[in-house]
């Protein structure tokens, strides 16, 4: 492993150990203002796992990025997104 690789590794964990620090940021928040959210690194996870020739599914990579099953995360810290909320993703999105 190079040493960038060693640098962008303890980066991500990092990342992670901060989302991890701050569950009370929704990830409709997280959308909202970066355009990203946990659920979208799980799957930057699964793929970047599949381009290194290892197969990662979906529920195990959100284990990994919210450190627990993602249904007891959810049960433990998710709450309803507002009106607003909803209103500023639907702006948000990409036009398809």
């Not at 992670?16 to 970066?34: G, T």
């Not at 810290?77 to 639907?90: D, G």
Request: glycine share 4%; charged share 30%; proline share 3%.
């Amino acid at each position: 492993m190079s040493d960038t690789d060693k640098i962008e590794a303890a980066v991500f964990r990092r990342l992670l150990e901060h989302l991890d620090s701050r569950k009370d940021v929704q990830n409709i928040e997280l959308m909202n203002l970066a355009g990203f959210c946990r659920n979208c690194l799980s799957k930057w996870y699964m793929a970047a796992a599949q381009e290194q020739g290892e197969s990662v599914d979906y529920d195990a990579a959100r284990e990994r990025v919210y450190g627990m099953p993602y249904g007891e995360w959810k049960a433990r810290y998710q709450t309803e997104a507002t009106p607003e909320q909803m209103a500023a993703f639907a702006n948000n999105k990409p036009a398809e």
